[in-house]
C-alpha cells in the first residue's frame, strides 16, 4: 500500500519565477492537504481540497494556489516566487468523514528560491 | 491570539530517563489534539491523539499523554526514553473555533545520549 508521495524531492527557482508542486494521496484517500514548513518551525497550514475543491485555506496570499484532480492527486503552485518561499512543502492526505484530522504525511518538497 | 506553545524547543537526555514535553493551547470550543513525531530522515507520523473520552491516551512506542482541559494542555510522556526516539516531536491542534484546521507548534527537537 503506497504511502503519500511528492515530486520532486528538491526544486530550485529564481525569485519571480513559477512553481508546481505534485503529491498522490495515501490509497483510500480523498482529501489533500498542503503545508508549508520553514526552517526550525512547525508546519503552516496552506489549505485543503476536496472534491476538487478548495474547503479551507490558511493565511496565504493569493500567489498560491491548488488543484486536485479525480484520482485525489493534487498540485500546490506558488507564482511570483519571494526568497520567503524557500521552505519544505509537505502534503498529507486524510479521508474525509471519518476523522479526517488524522493525516499522513509525504516526504516533501524541499523548495529553494534564490 | 490562538495558538500552540511547546515550551522546549531543544531537549536533551540520557537513555532511560523520563520524558516530558510540554504543549499548550489557546483555542477554546472542542478541540482535538495530536502528537506527531519526526525521526531524521523521515516523515511526519502519528505518536497518538486525542477526540474524546480517557484523557489519558497511549500512542506508539510507549509513549501517552495527558489532555487536562483546564491548563489546556496536552503533554507528552514517556517513562524511560530510548536512544531511537531521538527525533523531532510536534503537537498539534484542531479546534472548533479555527475551523479545525490542524495547528502546529514549532516543535521539539528531542537528543537521546546513548
Known amino acids: 500500500d503506497a504511502g503519500v508521495t511528492q515530486s520532486p524531492t528538491h526544486l530550485i527557482k529564481t525569485r519571480g519565477q513559477q512553481v508546481t508542486l505534485r503529491c498522490s494521496p495515501k490509497?483510500?484517500?480523498?482529501?489533500v492537504s498542503w503545508y508549508q514548513q520553514a526552517l526550525g518551525q512547525g508546519p503552516q497550514f496552506i489549505f485543503q481540497?476536496?472534491?476538487?475543491?478548495?474547503?479551507q485555506r490558511g493565511n496565504f496570499p493569493d500567489r498560491f494556489s491548488g488543484h486536485q484532480y479525480p484520482n485525489y492527486s493534487s498540485e500546490l503552485n506558488v507564482n511570483a516566487l519571494l526568497l520567503g518561499d524557500s521552505a519544505l512543502y509537505l502534503c498529507?492526505?486524510?479521508?474525509?468523514?471519518?476523522?479526517?484530522?488524522?493525516?499522513?504525511f509525504g516526504p516533501g518538497t524541499r523548495l529553494t528560491v534564490t | 491570539a490562538q495558538s500552540v506553545s511547546q515550551h522546549n524547543h531543544h531537549v536533551i537526555l540520557s537513555e532511560a530517563a523520563s520524558l516530558e514535553l510540554g504543549c499548550n493551547y489557546s483555542?477554546?470550543?472542542?478541540?482535538?489534539l495530536f502528537w506527531y513525531v519526526q525521526y531524521p530522515g523521515q516523515h511526519l507520523q502519528l505518536l497518538l491523539k486525542?477526540?474524546?473520552?480517557d484523557p489519558l491516551v497511549k500512542g506508539i512506542k510507549g509513549f501517552e499523554a495527558e489532555f487536562i482541559k483546564s491548563k489546556f494542555s496536552f503533554n507528552l510522556r514517556k517513562p524511560s526514553v530510548q536512544w531511537s526516539d531521538t527525533a523531532e516531536y510536534f503537537c498539534?491542534?484542531?479546534?472548533?473555533?479555527?475551523?479545525?484546521?490542524?495547528?502546529w507548534g514549532a516543535g521539539t527537537k528531542l537528543i537521546i545520549k546513548p
Open positions: 481540497y476536496y472534491e476538487e475543491e478548495e474547503r
Open positions: 486525542y477526540f474524546s473520552g
Open positions: 483555542y477554546g470550543g472542542t478541540v482535538n
Open positions: 490509497s483510500g484517500h480523498d482529501t
Open positions: 498539534a491542534v484542531t479546534a472548533s473555533d479555527s475551523n479545525y484546521q490542524l495547528i
Open positions: 498529507a492526505s486524510s479521508i474525509t468523514g471519518m476523522g479526517s484530522y488524522e493525516q499522513y
